[in-house]
């Protein structure tokens, strides 16, 4: 039986070798998302490095758990997108832009920057947020329009009550990183995103074709532990 251990050891590698790959191409940060979602709802995944690209990721799930999962991140909107902020836009030079342009990619920035730390809240899902910062005309400096912004926030159903009583010192946090922004032009959007498919009890019986496949590999296994045990020495008794 001691020899047969370590085989048994190799059953969840055996068995992980038939899992479906349901995402490439993530950053880790999107894995992880994308896995915290699948465990919420009951559906067993896991990371493992993308060889197609360095530093990506992949997330694999049973085959019988593949259309679940895919129905559950498309209810989530995941894996989202990674909003651009100044790293991104500023961090490699190119042509000379115009003032109109260079103004366009800080709002663009400073949209993606807000709405990354939105999105760090606990319970927020996603967040866009979107800027009216109008350039200031040196010819007529009183003619310009007051900056505005709005933000939408999907959230997790039983979230949403928290956030919106942090509505006000949202809007102050928005209004803080644009020069000019008043808070009361801050408008904030909270959505609730779709309900994940309620989670398995843990008592629950697995799928009968990946219990199949665990059988057949637990009886390759101890087929091979039953072989060797049963090879003595010559000398022995």
Known sequence: MARIAPALALLPLLVACGDEVLLHR???????????????????????????????FQVAVRPSEAAAARSLLSARDLPRGKSP??????GSPG?????????????HALSGELG???????????????????????????????????VMLKVRPEARGRIESQVDGLRHLVAGAADGLDAASVAVLVA?????????????TAPRAWLAGSGLALAVILGAGALSVGRRRPDAP
Do not use: C, M, W
């Open 26 to 56: 993530l950053d880790e940060p999107q894995a992880n998302q994308v896995l915290v979602a699948l465990g919420d709802a009951g559906v067993t995944a896991r990371k493992e490095r993308d060889g197609v690209e360095e530093g990506a």
């Open 192 to 204: 609730e995103a779709a309900a994940s498919p309620p989670a398995r009890s843990p008592g629950v």
């Open 95 to 107: 042509l000379v832009p115009t003032p109109l342009e260079e103004h366009a990619r800080y709002l």
């Open 116 to 150: 990354r730390t939105l999105e760090s809240i606990d319970g927020v899902l996603g967040a866009r947020v979107h800027l009216a910062l109008p350039v200031p005309d040196p010819l007529r400096p009183d003619a310009r329009r007051s900056p505005r912004a709005s």
């Open 85 to 90: 902020g100044f790293g991104e836009l500023f």
